[in-house]
């Protein structure tokens, strides 16, 4: 077979003078991010992991060995660990989570910058959450591996990567519109960590999508941790790392359009009022 | 439309530029003060230029003058794209390097190294490109070892003459100076003096604002004068300096 060498892929990528500009930027601002969190700590990479496997230890504890929730069994059969369970919902919301609240803190960081010289102020935001992202994938490398301990490894985890990239586009987006509030309204960060907090148990992080009634209090609960858009991104996961299923297509497309759908959206809001609140005095 | 001969000349076009300014008097920080002050809001507007139409020359050296709030520093942040006009338009062709107030855009947390990067990659410059100037931003500004602390402990002087060695050495095609030559001391002043005249004579546009009336004569070859967002005259610096300090000194 013949191997065109002038293709489009033989040529080396090549952005516009402005796409480049903020290729640095967000590359500038993850690295300082990065740099950020564990500059100070002899431990580095392995200290930022101590809080996600706290939280996977503190919550197994609580819900698995003193309430006793049983998770369901992994594609091999071997193992029922509620731990396992909880821990692969779990990297996606830390993904979500951290960038959600981030973005606020990231904005303000160069809010100060902005007014003095002008940059896309996306950039910011973008590379916190590429920072973000770089650092969960870590997480997610410690669940893959213990995975691949108990032999519960497939070619499904291609999908594990997609569902941490859905669930970044979809926090990005929520993060733009959360950033440009905070920035005039300052108790915004606080009301986020409240709706946030509320948000981790809607969705089938801690227990299973099953164990959920119809109906509580007059509400359709099952219903409304279903339509959460935050339960498709973890149902892909879970499915690519856990259960080792073909992610459900309706899953994924569901979790697409919402991540790509709330990132547009929010992108578009930002940019619109980033200029504005520039010229605040 | 323009003829790309005589567009060619021009290094920023400034066309009936207007800028207005919201301004609200205890403007509510949060959500629960903005609920309770629903509907009693005093909410005013400023404008801080009217009308403002000039052309600045490639290649030339352009003063602005005028009192404190005559819209000069507004002006000087439009042409540098951190606002946006509300009325007209500004074109400012080719790299705009600025140096704005005390300090330009440093990032307090990151090290003067960090930050001469991060600058670069905001003008579009590549870390090598950089990389390749750091030596002389280093040795114009004359941090030295510091270089590689936070600029968060940065004495003011050291702040600004970082900000002016970063701006002064990306090879700008605009540079656009506020007032800071004022800041550092004397030695330092006919530094920067001094490249600022060779980057003019390498085809750099530069853009000062001072109230160094004196500077302003013997630097510039054209000037403006602003007063309260409006541009009472523009043209030769003598004449313009000496009508600005006509109306200065008169009792109002």
Redesign the interface.
Same mark, same amino acid.
């Given at each position: 077979m013949a191997v065109n060498h002038t293709g489009p892929s033989a040529r080396p990528l090549r952005l516009s003078?402005a796409a480049?500009?903020g290729a640095?930027?967000v +590359? @500038?601002f993850a690295e300082?991010e990065t740099k !950020?969190l564990y500059k100070r700590n002899v431990l580095g990479w392995l200290w930022s992991l101590l809080k996600p496997l706290t939280t996977v230890a503190v919550y197994s504890l609580v819900f698995g060995v003193i309430y006793r929730a049983t998770a369901p069994s992994t594609a091999n059969g071997q193992a029922e660990v509620f731990a396992l369970y909880l821990f692969s919902g779990l990297v996606v919301w830390n993904v979500f989570y951290t960038i959600v609240n981030g973005s606020m803190r990231w904005m303000d960081?160069?809010s100060? #910058?902005? %007014? %003095?010289? $002008?940059?896309p102020t996306e950039t910011a935001l973008i590379g916190g959450a590429a920072a973000t992202l770089l650092q969960s994938s870590l997480e997610a490398l410690v669940l893959v591996v213990i995975m691949a301990v108990l032999a519960n490894v497939s070619w499904t985890l291609v999908f594990l990567p997609v569902a941490m990239l859905l669930a970044t586009l979809f926090a990005l987006g929520l993060g733009f519109a959360a950033a440009i509030v905070n920035a005039? $309204? +300052?108790?915004?960060q606080h #009301?986020t960590t409240i709706v946030l907090s509320v948000g981790f148990f809607m969705v089938p992080i801690v227990y299973t999508p099953d164990i959920v009634p119809d109906r509580a209090y007059g509400l359709p609960v099952a219903r409304l941790v279903e339509l959460n858009p935050l339960n498709s991104v973890i149902a892909v996961a879970r499915d690519a790392v856990y259960f080792l299923d073909t992610p459900d297509i309706a899953d994924l497309a569901t979790a697409a359009a919402w991540a790509i759908g709330t990132f547009v959206v929010g992108l578009a809001f930002f940019r619109r009022r980033s200029? !504005?609140i @520039?010229?605040e005095? | 439309m323009s003829e790309p001969t005589r567009a060619s000349v021009q290094a920023v076009e400034v066309s009936d530029v207007s800028k207005r300014f919201r301004l609200e008097l205890n403007r509510p920080t949060s959500v629960k003060e903005a609920v309770l002050s629903f509907g009693r809001r005093d909410v005013r507007h400023l404008w801080a230029l009217r009308d403002v139409s000039l052309t600045i020359d490639k290649g030339s050296f352009f003063g602005l003058v005028g009192h404190n709030g005559s819209g000069k520093s507004t002006l000087l942040r439009l042409m540098a794209g951190i606002h946006r006009p509300t009325e007209g338009r500004i074109t400012a062709r080719g790299r705009v390097s600025a140096l704005l107030e005390l300090g330009s855009g440093f990032h307090p947390e990151l090290t003067g190294r960090e930050n001469v990067f991060l600058n670069g990659a905001m003008l579009g410059l590549g870390r090598r490109q950089m990389a390749a100037a750091m030596d002389s931003i280093i040795d114009f500004s004359g941090v030295g070892d510091q270089i590689d602390a936070p600029v968060k402990i940065y004495s003011s002087g050291m702040y600004m003459r970082l900000g002016f060695s970063v701006a002064v050495n990306v090879e700008p095609e605009i540079l656009l100076v506020d007032e800071v030559i004022a800041v550092g001391d004397e030695e330092f002043q006919q530094r920067c003096l001094q490249h600022m005249e060779s980057l003019r004579s390498g085809g750099t546009t530069i853009v000062l604002v001072s109230h160094d009336t004196g500077l302003v004569r013997e630097l510039c070859d054209r000037v403006g004068w602003l007063d309260g967002g409006h541009l009472r005259s523009v043209g030769d610096p003598d004449e313009v300096v000496d009508a600005y300090l006509v109306h200065a000194t008169e009792p109002t």
């Open positions: 003078p480049r500009t640095r930027l +590359r @500038s300082r !950020a960081g160069v100060e #910058l902005r %007014k %003095k010289i $002008y940059f005039r $309204y +300052r108790d915004i #009301l200029m !504005a @520039s010229e005095p | -």
